[in-house]
Each structure stands twice: as structure tokens, then as C-alpha cells.
């Protein structure tokens, strides 16, 4: 991984900033208000500023409508919400990847919950659950007992022997049934909305991320960006970012928010 300094060689092809949320943008559980005000710079610098997240779809709508940003991936790439310009008014919009389906996907989540929940010692459904459409989340650190990276990877291979995908973020487990990821949600997306061809993406794109979760994104955009905290998480990563930050969580994206705005701007 290279510092992030080095990003300044080639910051002046970037247009959409995408960001992971939990441990990237967040300290402790909430957003600091230099992280905020740096996401702001960005939105009104002309960047595309997407979350990419694995949080809920009830988070996601308060997101699109509340912050600073142009379109929000959730539950690792079950969709996207996004705003769109039509006329005077400014409109929210949905697109769901075509292998998310509802319904048909409702009783295996409450069959694989129980079967964690019954299997796993300590492990507990995120309190967020109530939210989501789409997929399980358990929580094996956003609250205590700490339960551990190791707990977190029994969980997500009891996950995967049922024939679900599952995703290891900083603080959930995330499990769903259908071939989706943040990666190819987000591509769909950029391509479907903002016209992006596979070339436009890779040369536009920026994403910062900060743990095992991120990988498809790391692996896959050449300017990926950890914040320092992912240094922790490197046993469990095969792929990591090109950049890393020298600043933990939100310190870390503004350290980067400060490359990009630094005598350039998005649009």
C-alpha cells in the first residue's frame, strides 16, 4: 500500500468519491463534525459522493434525503438509493440489483438467524435489523461483548454452509442469498445513471473503505484508499487498497478529502 500522499500524482481524474460508512467515516460510532463538514467540501467542490455501506435500507433513506451525498449503495449492493434533478424539483429514486429479491429471500434469512443464534455462543442480531429488506445482519462489535474477529469468521462460514454470501465488516456479519456484492451494485449503477463505460470507471472513481468487506472495492478500483484502522484488519484481507491514509476513520477520509479539494475540484 502506498500513502495516501501519493494519490496527489493522479487526483485530477477523480470525480465520484465513494466511501464506506461505519470505521471509515464514523469514530466510536459517530461522525465527527470535521469528517461531515469534509463531505460537504466535496459535494459542493462537484464531487459524486456515494456511501457504499452494508447499512440497512431504512438508515439508507434517511441518508439520501439528510446528507451531503448523490446516491447511497446499501446492504452490501441490494440497491441503491439516489437523487435525481427533474426540473425544479429534485426527486429520490430506487434501483435494485436484479439478484435481490424480497421475498424470496424473507423465510431462509429467519432460518439462517436461528440457526446462528443457536449455534454461535454470544452472537446477536444488530440492532439494526428492524430495518433491512434484503439481508441479516449480526453483530459481533458494534455493541459489547466484543465477540471478536474470530467469532466473526465462524459466524460467516456457518453463513456460507447454508448457501448464503456472506461479508465480515468492522462491527456486523452481513449475510444474503443472491450473487450480488457492493462492487457490482455500484458498478450497475455508474453505468446505468451516469454513463460510465469500465475505462470511465476505473479512471474516475476513488473508494475508501476499512475492512475485509472492502475488498471486492479494493481489488477492483486502482485509486482505493484504506484509512489507517484497516492496518489492524490486514491478516484478514487477501486484497487490500492501493493507498492507505495515515489517520484512523473519519481523520482518515478528511486527510483524503483534503488531497482531492486541494487546488482541484470535481466537476
Known sequence: MLPVQKLTDSKRTIRYVLTDIDDTLTDNGKIEAPTYTAMWQLYEAGYILIPVTGRPAGWCDLIIRQWPVHAVVGENGAFVYFVRKEGDATRIHSLYHPEADEKGTRQRIEKLRDKV???????????????RQFDLAID??????????????????????????????????????GCYDKLSMTKIFLHRIYGLNEKEILSQVLFVGDSPNDQPMFGYFPYSCGVANLK????????????????????????????????????
Not at 471478536?148 to 456472506?166: K, M, N, P
Not at 489492524?232 to 478529502?257: K, N, Q
Open 140 to 177: 459481533f462489535r458494534e455493541d459489547l461483548p466484543d465477540l471478536g474477529f474470530d467469532t466473526a469468521e465462524e459466524i460467516r462460514r456457518l453463513c456460507v454452509s447454508q448457501g448464503a454470501e456472506a461479508k465480515i465488516s468492522s462491527i456486523h456479519v452481513n449475510a444474503w442469498f
Open 232 to 267: 489492524e484488519m490486514l491478516s484478514h484481507i487477501s486484497r487490500p487498497p492501493a493507498y492507505i491514509a495515515d489517520a484512523r476513520g473519519g481523520a482518515g477520509f478528511v486527510e483524503i478529502a483534503e488531497i482531492l479539494l486541494s487546488g482541484s475540484t470535481g466537476s
Open 117 to 131: 443464534l443457536a449455534e454461535i455462543p454470544g452472537s446477536r442480531v444488530a440492532r439494526d435489523q428492524f430495518a
